[in-house]
């Protein structure tokens, strides 16, 4: 059992955050790359099917289970952190090391649970390792994003276990399976728990919130993890849920206003991840083969070329310590590499042909067409253009082009974050140019040809009117040093009220318990010392002789220990 646990590719992740601080610190760098490189190689040589059970209480816990669907996410997320590990090469924290390599064992425990209780445990341990990514940068905002990050998690992690349970009460099996579309209390906590780390609107500001205070190389994990592992738990239980639908096309336009309107480089990155989830949660919501397709192989594009980009905000970061467009500007021929690599995603995201995301946001788009919702068509084409607008023109533009608005020095920044940035790079033209690398292991044979003449020039004219309109709107597009507020306003301004009433009003009612069930213990206490000096009211009893003060509290000490015993047992019989 030991060794077929180590078949399981979490587990070797996991285990490798424990191996790591027993190495050498030179070689933990190495290392961090090898356990991914293992987990990798072993999650291709598994057969499909439920491989490995236990048995916990009356429950068969399905360990690790494979599929077309589990195998395509766990490819990605096992890719993206070798890629995230060497790009992380050259930083020696252990702390960020082992939580990286934990968080993503947890996103691939995820991906290979067959059940339920596996999966809520995987889903706690993303929560909690990648919290310490945010923590990690050591800034007065980074540990008050942080904690909101948690809090956030914790929460939605409480829904989804609530609603498991729920689900399990109310006759519902234990294993991963889609769930019937009825808005049950089980199954509507399990999509609220599950929508939280999709950020999904309103449910989504955590993400603006945290990501642009992760750690350089901390963000490269959390941009391509969480929500992705969300969007794989979506796809697993409520494909064809008709809210998605809806839910779908308000991120991704949600998204784009956001990323327009921001001035932090990895916060425009961040509200594109929730637009970009937008066009997968649509396609979850349609929920036909080919949408579904779409949405397994628009996560597999989004996390390559969103953990580029990330990487060349961290770039430029790492090079000038700043992060603001309305700081940076003009230092274009400083960097040439980390700018073309930066553009290659960009024009990735946008959906240019050639590059990865266009084999795979027009074949959801191509769904959603398919599915006779010409509005949604629009919506996700509008949406296309903001992109290109937000992340394939404003962002680059305004931080390596144009006129530098503040002084900074721009330093060297270690070879092997060029790497990474430039394997990332390499998969995202590569899956552009051979599509087939990736369709012939969706979940759902695939006929959908993206080079037709049709998509060619509709997405050319996309990309050409987006950039005519940005380049007479670029001097009215936001770049100044200020703030956008979104929806966490609403429950970031009563956060006294909401503390007084679930924080301190239950602190003082416990206190006030605690010092009642104190002081009845003090009393019984000395009760207990000699009753029979309080049935006679006094020193002595009813022929005048002093009551005895010794001799009765042994026994009676006894009996109180017995009685107790007894609570004790019962309870423990009671719970198990």
Known sequence: MIVELFTIPALILIAGAFILPLLPRQTRGTAFILFPTIALGILWMLPEGS???????????????VDALSRIFGTIFALITIVGGIYALHMKELGQQTSALAYAGGALGVTFAGDFFTLIVYWEIMAVTSSYLIWARRTEDSDKAGMRYILVHAFGGGLLLSG????????????????????TPSSTLILIGVAINSAIPPLHAWLADAYPKATITGAVFMCALTTKSAVYVLIRLFPG?????????????????????ANDIR?????????????????IGIGTEMALNGAAAHAFSHILYKSLLFMGAGAVMYATGKNKLSELGGFAKKMPLVVILYIIGGLAISGA?????????????SAVGNAHMETATIILLLASIGTFLHTGLKLPYFTWFGQAKSEFAVSKIPINMKIAMGIAAFFCVLFGIFPSLLYNHLPYPVAYHPYTAYHLVEMTQILIFGFIGFWFLKDKLNTAPNISLDLDWFYRRPAH????IFVQLPDRIFAVAENIMLDTAQKISRISRNPRKYLYYGD????GQPVKTD????PIHTAMAFILLGFIVVALFVLI
């Open 241 to 261: 849920w008709d809210i998605l639908i809806w839910a779908g096309l308000v991120m991704a336009i949600w998204g784009t206003i956001y990323a327009l309107l």
């Open 353 to 365: 042909p050639l590059f990865n995301g266009f084999i795979s946001k027009s074949m959801i788009i």
């Open 540 to 543: 002595t009893d009813s022929t």
């Open 497 to 500: 009220l909401v503390r007084a």
């Open 164 to 183: 498991i349970l729920l689900h399990l009460s109310e006759g519902g099996s234990l294993l991963l399976s889609p769930l019937a579309p009825e808005y």
């Open 551 to 554: 001799g009765f509290t042994t």
């Open 267 to 283: 916060e425009i990155l961040a509200y594109s991840i929730i637009s970009q989830i937008g066009y997968m949660v649509t396609g």
């Open 51 to 65: 491989l490995l059970q236990a048995t916990l209480a009356n429950y068969e816990l399905h360990l690790l289970k």
